[in-house]
């Protein structure tokens, strides 16, 4: 073994004192060191935090932004999300693979890039978009990508590319992104000015109890897309049996057409962490986890940045603001590249240093959560909200809204519409007002809530945005009149294929089998039995999968099913020769004829 | 709080102690909920889904739910069974498996499931993955063709072994069992008379030498359906 490779995992592994619930934090670490974990270096973490070597695997092996396999110095991953192949993503993918001429999974003879495809980055509004290592380019066409590339092989370093800066926080030396925030429209509740400590000096001046009261009132809701409501979650963690509680903050957005959390970290991370600490107070935390998707590691040190600056003005740390026995602090746990730990009780096992699978359920993590211990896990928008109900107060929140929903939601609008971005409108906005503002009035089909939500047709643009109607966690994305929603089903089955952790099986084989049903039918081998078996396939998988992924995934087809019925019937035909349509006879021959060294004298071709 | 439970499956009455699983008491009053990855003294994996009901008309998985006073369950009803079936083709196309050659036929979890509800073939197009044989071991053997990824020997060995000889990796589709070891299950601590090697359902894991000790015909399966040893209680 190499003295390096174990005297640099040494370090590592010893600057998260040894601790295997840190796995997360030290493969990342030697993945970035080195541009692999390989078999060496798993065997001597396993040493160093004394647990199996199969165990390092199994964590390597789920994370797509983790291998064993070596990597390229520079790894370029393009997002290959349905809204980014509708901003021409395809013709920018073979403008790399003829600029480094590799294709897509391969490295460079030298070993220095390597080119990977990605699933949605949160780049949506601005896509085609690409991640290079934690450096994130957007508006990506063919002249960029040959300037890109010439500019990576000067100094094969993603932190010196040449790029124009975003607008906001982004512009900072601390970012030195080239991200736009997008920000189309500006609510009250999220957007308008924030007074920093208000919140948080209201909410130390009342009991905990007080506070989980103010938020009920106020009926928040989760807004990542579950809407539980949050002081029912609170209210849960803080009479758990236990003296230590967490409360977690999932910013691991991932939903393919969802970037408003990204906005949310780069804009709002004050009256997030805010948000953390008062919910820390009411459920009687010490300690607060930001969980941060590793597309957005590239906000990590701006993160890191607003946090000192509240340790250094008492609002996180010792007796917060004087409030004697207060304590609270909040640390960044990184992801790895994984769609599922979105969800709560895999997002705790990632925080443990544990795949991403989900939980069994009971217990739910108010009981039982990160470490064993009682957790509350909100969405980002959520924990914002929470800061400014405490600053105005909840009859205040009520204000707008629906009578079910009520204050303000943001959404992420992206695909055919002129203006893309973020939107905070209030709850109970119809659809078509949506599509106006977003100018896309012309619109085919609208996913609201991502693939995991639905596909919706004009028929149902009069419908509302909020809980009682279509519900969603924010993602919007618009479909112009062109667009053959079979072929984006099956785009977003092919997200849930890649991104199922496998655990049970309707997720991990029925999303395969949707997947390669609606090919055939987009091949023109379909039948019209197929979409008996789409339907009765799709049911299954939401009624027997194991946790949200699997109980949503087959969504983009069930809608689409329903909604775009007509699209599907014209796709499949009854066979006439008695032939299975999917079987070729010269492939299922083309073996035999190899070792027989001469074509079939039957089948001749 | 009391120290009996009572609800219903499927309409009959059925009693267990607080704590216990759906499947538990189910299992204790002779009803019999089928299922795949769980086993009697492993913590319950949850993962194949089979033993899928309706409580109060949610879907839970019976083998991790606690029962509840008064809940209703539903067990043995035309919807739940069709989704049985598609669980169960499922897991036949998405692994290579071969009846007719394998030597666990007949005392094979999944095929007697199979068998029970009535399944003569999938009815979904076979996947043929590329999956590994390890025969290095002296006396096991594991064919990956027939995983079902039940969890039962990840498990057993460590929590019952203390061992963790077997760990998931990878994932979707691409989950597998891997060994604690560079490569071959010759290389770790693996015996023939840990719990681990008598826990597989399918033909994945297996003993050397002793496959056709029982001839086929007078297996465990061959003369009565799986689950006829809890519906007999009744």
Redesign the interface.
């Known amino acids: 073994m190499s003295g390096n490779l174990t005297s640099a995992i040494k370090e590592i592994c010893k600057s998260c004192d040894n601790d295997r619930t840190r796995m997360m934090d030290i493969v990342r670490a030697v993945q970035q060191q080195f541009g692999q974990v390989s078999?060496e270096a798993m065997?001597y973490i396993a040493k160093c935090v004394n647990c199996?070597?199969?165990?390092v695997?199994?964590i390597v092996?789920?994370y797509a932004f983790l291998s064993k396999k070596p990597k390229g110095k520079v790894v370029i991953r393009l997002c290959n999300d349905v809204v980014d192949k509708m901003s021409g993503s395809e013709v920018v993918a073979a403008a790399f693979e003829k600029e480094l001429g590799i294709k897509f999974g391969q490295t460079t003879p030298d070993g220095k890039i390597t080119l990977e495809y990605t699933p949605c980055i949160g780049m949506c509004d601005q896509a085609p978009a690409a991640l290079i290592n934690d450096e994130i380019i957007t508006y990506l066409s063919t002249d960029k990508v040959k300037e890109l590339v010439a500019d990576i092989k000067k100094h094969y370093d993603p932190s010196k590319l040449n790029h124009r800066l975003g607008d906001g926080h982004n512009a900072d030396d601390i970012v030195h992104s080239c991200v736009h925030n997008n920000i189309r429209n500006k609510g009250r509740v999220i957007f308008a000015e924030f007074k920093p400590e208000a919140g948080l000096k209201n909410a130390l001046a009342m009991s905990p109890v007080e506070i989980i009261n103010e938020v009920k009132n106020a009926r928040l809701r989760g807004r990542g897309g579950a809407g539980f409501p949050t002081g029912m979650k609170w209210q849960f963690t803080r009479s758990a049996a236990g003296e230590k509680k967490y409360i977690i903050c999932n910013a691991d957005e991932g939903e393919p057409g969802t970037f408003k959390d990204r906005v949310l970290l780069t804009e709002c991370a004050d009256m997030l962490f805010e948000g953390m600490t008062i919910g820390g107070y009411a459920i009687g935390a010490d300690e607060g986890i930001l969980y941060l998707r590793g597309e957005y590691a590239y906000l990590r040190k701006l993160l890191e940045k607003v946090l000192a600056g509240r340790r250094s003005k008492n609002l996180l740390g010792k007796d917060i603001l004087g409030k004697k026995g207060f304590n609270f602090d909040i640390r960044i746990q990184m992801g790895a590249g994984?769609y599922?730990c979105g969800e709560e009780t895999s997002l705790i096992s990632s925080c443990e240093g544990l795949?991403g699978d989900p939980k069994?359920?009971?217990p739910f993590p108010a009981q039982k959560g990160y470490l064993g211990k009682p957790t509350s896990v909100n969405n980002v928008e959520t924990l914002c909200c929470a800061s400014r109900i405490l600053e105005m107060g909840a009859a205040w929140f009520l204000e707008v809204g629906s009578a079910g929903s009520p204050s303000t939601k943001l959404l992420s609008v992206s695909g055919d519409c002129k203006q893309p971005g973020v939107y905070e409108i209030p709850f109970g906005v119809k659809i078509s007002e949506l599509l106006k503002m977003v100018g896309a009035e012309d619109a085919q089909a609208v996913l609201i809530g991502g693939p995991s939500g639905r596909i919706v047709g004009p028929a149902d643009f009069k419908r509302t945005i909020c809980y009682d109607d279509l519900a969603t966690g924010g993602a919007v994305v618009v479909f112009g009149p062109e667009r053959d929603m079979v072929a984006v089903a099956a785009d977003y089955m092919e997200f849930f294929?890649?991104?199922?952790?496998?655990?049970?099986?309707?997720c991990?084989?029925?999303n395969?089998?949707l997947k390669?049903c609606l090919d055939k039918i987009l091949t023109g081998k379909g039948e019209p039995e197929d979409l008996d078996?789409l339907q009765?396939?799709g049911?299954?998988v939401k009624?027997?999968?194991?946790c949200g992924l699997g109980q949503t995934s087959p969504n983009p087809v069930l809608t689409t099913l329903m909604n775009f019925r007509k699209s599907y019937e014209t796709k499949v035909k009854k066979t006439t020769n008695g032939m299975q349509p999917?079987f070729d006879i010269r492939k299922a021959l083309a073996g035999a004829e190899t070792i027989a060294k001469r074509d079939s004298a039957i089948f001749v071709k | 709080m009391s120290d009996q439970i009572t609800f219903t499956i499927d309409g009959v009455e059925v009693k267990g102690k607080p704590g216990q699983t759906i499947l538990e008491a189910a299992d204790a009053a002779g009803v019999y909920i089928p299922r795949l990855c769980f086993m009697k003294d492993l913590i319950?994996h949850?993962?194949?889904?089979?033993c899928?009901v309706f409580i109060n008309g949610r879907?839970q998985?019976a083998c991790?739910?606690?029962i509840a006073e008064g809940a209703i369950v539903e067990n043995d009803t035309p919807e739940l069974k069709?989704?049985r079936r598609?669980?169960i083709d499922?897991?036949f196309?998405?692994g290579n498996h071969f009846c007719m050659f394998c030597e666990k036929s007949g005392n094979c979890e999944l095929q007697a499931m199979a068998y029970r509800l009535g399944i003569p073939a999938p009815?979904?197009?076979y996947?043929f993955p590329k999956r590994d044989v390890d025969a290095t071991h002296p006396d096991i053997l594991i064919d990956r063709n027939r995983c079902?990824?039940c969890g039962r020997c990840v498990e057993a060995s460590r929590d019952v072994d203390k061992k963790?000889?077997?760990?998931?990796?990878?994932?979707?589709?691409?989950?597998k069992v891997?060994?604690?070891?560079?490569a071959d299950l010759k290389d770790t601590d693996f015996k023939a008379t840990d719990k681990a090697a008598d826990v597989c359902p399918v033909g994945c894991i297996i003993k050397k030498r002793v496959g056709f000790a029982i001839p086929v015909g007078q297996r465990k399966y061959d003369t009565k359906p799986i689950g006829s040893e809890i519906e007999n209680k009744r």
Request: with cysteine; proline share 7%.
């Open positions: 078999d065997n199996h070597r199969v165990e695997e199994s092996s789920f994984a599922i795949r069994n359920r009971p294929v890649e991104e199922s952790c496998g655990y049970c099986t309707p991990r084989a029925g395969v089998l390669k078996i009765k396939l049911e299954s009624t027997t999968s194991r999917m | 319950p949850g993962s194949c889904r089979v899928t879907p998985a991790t739910q606690p069709e989704h598609n669980i499922m897991l196309v998405e009815k979904y197009p996947l079902i990824l963790t000889v077997f760990e998931f990796v990878g994932r979707g589709a691409d989950k891997a060994v604690n070891a560079d």
